[in-house]
């Protein structure tokens, strides 16, 4: 079983930047692939980005596309977010999750799932 915190949210002027990380406990962390999904009110959950369990390939929704990065540190059992050129439609809960089978851009792929961290990005 893996458990998932994130930290780093906050609220941030629009073009500013960010960096959310996702502290894991748990075995065999090294073996999920990890995503991103964000919640804005209202709105359903939306993917942001994954990386496969070796860090070596992302993919990102093109909405984020060129302005967040996606990375991880499998020793420190960590995945970071980095975001910069934020923009007020940015905002949202940002959770980060666990995929035993490989990343995807589909929320039910994943099997363990974070509380959440609030990014607010204002205009």
Request: aromatic share 14%; with cysteine.
């Amino acid at each position: 079983q893996v458990q998932l915190v994130e930290s780093g949210g906050g609220l941030v002027q629009a073009g500013g930047s960010l960096r959310l990380s996702c502290a894991a406990t748990g075995r065999a962390f090294s073996s999920y692939a990890m995503g991103w999904f964000r919640q804005a009110p209202g709105k359903e959950r939306e993917f942001v980005g994954t990386i496969s369990w070796s860090g070596g390939s992302t993919y990102y929704a093109d909405a984020v596309k060129g302005r967040f990065t996606i990375s991880r540190d499998n020793a420190k059992k960590m995945v970071y977010l980095q975001m910069i050129s934020l923009k007020p439609e940015d905002t949202a809960v940002y959770h980060c999750a666990a995929a035993i089978r490989g990343g995807s851009t589909w929320s039910y792929e994943y099997d363990y799932w974070g509380q959440g961290t609030q990014v607010t990005v204002s205009s």
